[in-house]
């Protein structure tokens, strides 16, 4: 079946990196598009990072703008979201999707605190 599974996540220090991973099966990952997610409690799941599925330019949001880098490798069938410059605000739990697949990860949490 379909799956996603992300990893990488854990307490970091403000300032600090991390590279979240998304491991993706069940599908022709090379053929679609993907994208990253976070969500912190009681608001609903921001959008950090967007991978066409040629593996082209991402985009990411402006609050993540020139610290956050997602890219993918299609012949490892994974999504990747490197982190740097991490601050307290990124804390959250941290989703890869397939958009046209409506298709979920488990998520990953992210905690930056000294």
């Known amino acids: 079946q379909v799956q996603l599974v992300e990893s990488g996540g854990g307490l970091v220090q403000p300032g600090g990196s991390l590279r979240l991973s998304c491991e993706a099966s069940?599908?022709?990952?090379?053929?679609?598009?993907m994208a990253w997610y976070r969500q912190t409690p009681g608001n609903e799941r921001e959008i950090v990072g967007f991978v066409p599925f040629y593996g082209g330019k991402a985009t990411g949001a402006a609050s993540v703008k020139g610290r956050f880098t997602a890219s993918r490798d299609n012949a490892k069938n994974t999504l990747y979201l490197q982190m740097n410059n991490l601050q307290s605000e990124d804390t959250a739990v941290y989703y890869c999707?397939?958009?046209?697949?409506?298709?979920w990860g488990q998520g990953t949490q992210v905690t930056v605190s000294s």
């Open positions: 999707q397939v958009p046209t697949l409506k298709i």
């Open positions: 069940g599908f022709t990952f090379g053929n679609y598009d």
